[in-house]
């Protein structure tokens, strides 16, 4: 896992960034990202959110929002990331944590952040077998808990390779 695209994922959310492209992937709860070479589900307390515009390295992308718990998800696919050693970025920190492994034998790599203004994310990430790009999966929040880490692990135990 190369902690490069981890940093990519995150800095995208919690920066706001907007690129100038639409994404392939169509929103949806039963996401299809078989184009991809994945499939996964979205819990129903996560509704579409605004559109995400997306350049280079980003391939595809769509964002979700719970507003009953003021949470953003995302889901990114990423161009294969060569860098390594991702370091921390003007307000915001990086920890990497134990790598997750589902019940679907997928294993992704699990970064938290922390801006100086106390927002959080959990982003996993692992390398999709097609083509080398790079699935990643972030959920922010206002404040951290193990209940925002945990359903990032609950999103991600959805994930299904499909092999395209």
Known sequence: ???????????GMLLGTS???????????N????AYGFTMTVPQEFTCGSAMWISSPIKGAVQYRDSTN????AVLVLQHADSAGATDTAGVTYVDLADYAT??????????GTSTTGTVS??????ITTGG??????????ADSDAVRDKLYEIIETVVFTGS
């Open 1 to 11: 896992m190369k902690k490069m695209v981890l940093l990519v994922v995150m800095s």
């Open 19 to 29: 690129c100038p492209a639409s994404s392939p992937l169509i929103c949806s709860n």
């Open 31 to 34: 996401l299809d990202g078989s």
């Open 70 to 73: 003021n949470r953003t998800l």
């Open 103 to 112: 019940g679907n034998g997928i294993t992704f790599g699990v970064r938290k």
């Open 122 to 127: 959990y982003t996993a990430a692992v390398e």
């Open 133 to 142: 790009d790079v699935l990643g999966v972030q959920i922010l929040a206002a």
